[in-house]
């Protein structure tokens, strides 16, 4: 089963089709570039021609070496940390010999230096997205994640288990339906919170999720549920779109007077996933809730851990509604 | 033999409907009959002056007003009635520490627990000053709305639509763009809870902050001392500020402009 677990240290190599790690070797290395030039020239202007010299030298193999991984990436994943970092290296010094070759007689340095240095420049790179990854590790996030996990407002549960009562005498079957909705909720809020889910689940959790609340605040609450777009097979962190809808019902519809219209939109658009969950915005005053963006920041933080900068969380007030944008890229299983 | 009237408020049909199980499931103990209920705060005030009801079963979670507050509006009532408190949840017991003072149930509630809240409620003394203040102090911010009971009937004004108070003798009376009401409650009291709200320009009189508009010099005359005035919108009516008060005054505009 993917789960962000696959991606934690030490064992994953940089995932080269992320735009986050390739900027992020692509900046090391020039930094990397100037510090050298810093060090070897007294001069700012002497220095700056120095940068641009050896730019002309590193850049073509460094973008070149970017781009081979980029393509081998789902080859370069079967192997083991260790491994895949030889052949990243291995990557690195045939494009520069390369580059050594073509610009002949302009480069300065023999063909051994140059060699060294690209594969101490692509080693520190590595140790560098290495740290980077036991930063953001599972590990250490774990304890952020089962805090959200416990987080579901106990104001709903309560709420909820009294509605079940109100129903139990009076209309049974949907009381037994109430309970299985709310047991199906709760094995996903206690369940491993790393792995990965499919979107078709997710959207059944919230549709259950919905159902119950439906059922406590009749029609204060409308949905409309826009999903024939919707990339079933997309996959997701867990428990990314049920706070978010909660959210919308404890702070855009519980404390309003008159009916609330809540919105989910779920579609890809070529290789990105877009979901939108949007609520009325009520003006802060009697009855509504402060929020503390706590949930906002968790869920951000978890598309980080597994998506890095390719997944983006949005949420702004728009005339007189609030609305929360999430993008990822399409991911499935197969 | 007498039975107990109780007004039910609670914002989720579920609840309420619950709520009217537990009174039928403990008629052989207490005998109990639903003279209303109310899916808000605001419908409360309407209609439990009319309903004689002398138990009110108040949720503390309702949209526009919440339960605490209305309690509070409530007890200007000449009959009024005896409120237990129900949530879902007792952050609020742990917040406002006074609460636990006052009757209060869990959802989900239990019928033996709603039983004993009944007969506390039957055996209490009418809710006086005392029941007042501890609402007061079980409030984590200030009202939304003054309440001002009339005859068997309560007016609320929110806080927002307030132009000035000013003191006169025993009351306070509150002006409104749209009219006048009396209080009886301290302007005192007044400043100390609106603070951010009104501002006091006149021994007896506080103005609403957003409502100033400029100020005027009074030229006097007679045996009037020049001084200075606020020009409110919404009103022509000029309020003289003190000299004692003036410093104070004068900043609110945020531009400085006179």
């Not at chain 1, 288990?161 to 094995?187: K, M, Y």
């Not at chain 2, 000449?78 to 917040?95: G, K, M, S, W």
């Not at chain 2, 009757?103 to 627990?113: F, G, H, I, S």
């Not at chain 2, 009291?189 to 010099?217: K, P, Q, T, W, Y």
Request: charged residues 25%; proline residues 5%.
């Amino acid at each position: 089963m993917p789960s962000i677990r696959q991606n934690s240290y030490p064992e994953a190599l940089p995932d080269f089709r992320n735009l986050g790690v390739t900027a992020r070797a692509l900046i090391a290395v020039n930094l990397l570039a100037l510090v050298a030039a810093l060090l070897a020239e007294p001069d700012w202007n002497a220095m700056l021609d120095a940068y641009v010299m050896q730019a002309a030298r590193f850049e073509p193999p460094l973008v070149a070496s970017l781009v081979l991984l980029y393509a081998l990436t789902p080859w370069l994943l079967r192997f083991s940390y260790w491994s895949g970092c030889v052949l990243i290296v291995a990557v690195v010094l045939v494009f520069t010999a390369a580059t050594h070759v073509v610009l002949g007689g302009f480069a300065a340095a023999g063909l051994v230096r140059s060699l060294v240095l690209a594969a101490s420049t692509a080693a520190v790179v590595l140790v560098y997205l290495r740290l980077h990854t036991k930063a953001y590790s599972p590990a250490l996030a774990e304890a952020r994640l089962q805090a959200l996990q416990a987080r579901i407002r106990p104001h709903f549960l309560f709420n909820s288990l009294n509605a079940v009562l109100s129903l139990i005498r009076r209309d049974p079957q949907r009381a037994e339906r109430t309970l299985e909705d709310l047991a199906d909720l709760f094995r996903a809020l206690m369940a491993d919170g790393r792995n990965l889910v499919r979107l078709a689940d997710e959207i059944s959790l919230i549709e259950r999720y919905a159902a119950i609340e439906q059922l406590r605040l009749g029609e204060r609450l409308r949905m409309s549920w826009d999903l024939d777009s919707a990339p079933v097979d997309a996959l997701l962190p867990a428990l990314v779109l049920q706070p978010l809808l909660e959210n919308a019902v404890y702070h855009g519809v519980e404390p309003g007077t008159g009916i609330g219209d809540v919105l989910v939109r779920i579609e890809r658009r070529g290789d990105r996933v877009l979901v939108r969950i949007e609520n009325p915005w009520l003006e802060p005053g009697p009855g509504t809730r402060a929020g503390n963006h706590m949930a906002l920041d968790n869920i951000r933080e978890r598309l980080m851990l597994f998506f890095d900068d390719e997944a983006r969380l949005e949420s702004r007030v728009e005339g007189a509604r609030y609305r929360v944008d999430i993008e990822i890229p399409y991911r499935s299983r197969a | 033999m007498n039975e107990l009237r109780v007004f039910i408020a609670d914002d989720e049909a579920p609840a309420r409907a619950r709520l009217k199980e537990l009174l039928a499931d403990i008629g052989g103990e207490l005998a109990t009959t639903v003279v209303g209920e109310s899916a808000s705060g605001l419908e409360v005030i309407d209609r439990l002056p009319g309903s004689q009801a002398q138990v009110l079963l108040l949720d503390i979670q309702m949209p526009g007003i919440g339960g605490i507050e209305l309690a509070r509006h409530l007890c200007v009532l000449e009959n009024a009635p005896a409120i237990i408190f129900v949530t879902a949840h007792d952050r609020h017991a742990v917040e406002a520490f006074e609460l636990n003072a006052l009757d209060y149930l869990v959802k989900p509630v239990r019928a033996e627990r709603l039983t004993a809240a009944l007969k506390k409620a039957l055996s209490a003394a009418p809710a006086g000053h005392d029941h007042v203040a501890r609402l007061a102090r079980a409030a984590t911010g200030a009202r939304e709305f003054f309440s001002i009971a009339e005859r068997n009937r309560i007016v609320l004004v929110p806080v927002g639509e307030i132009l000035f108070l000013k003191a006169e003798l025993k009351y306070v009376t509150l002006r409104t763009s749209a009219g006048e009401h009396l209080i009886e409650e301290p302007l005192v009291s007044i400043e100390r809870e609106f603070a951010d709200r009104f501002v006091r320009v006149h021994r007896n009189c506080l103005v609403a902050r957003a409502a100033i508009r400029g100020f005027e010099r009074i030229a006097g005359g007679g045996e009037e001392d020049p001084h200075w005035s606020v020009v409110l919108e919404g009103t022509p009516e000029r309020l003289p500020v003190s000299r004692r008060q003036w410093p104070v005054v004068k900043g609110v505009l945020p531009d400085g402009k006179e």
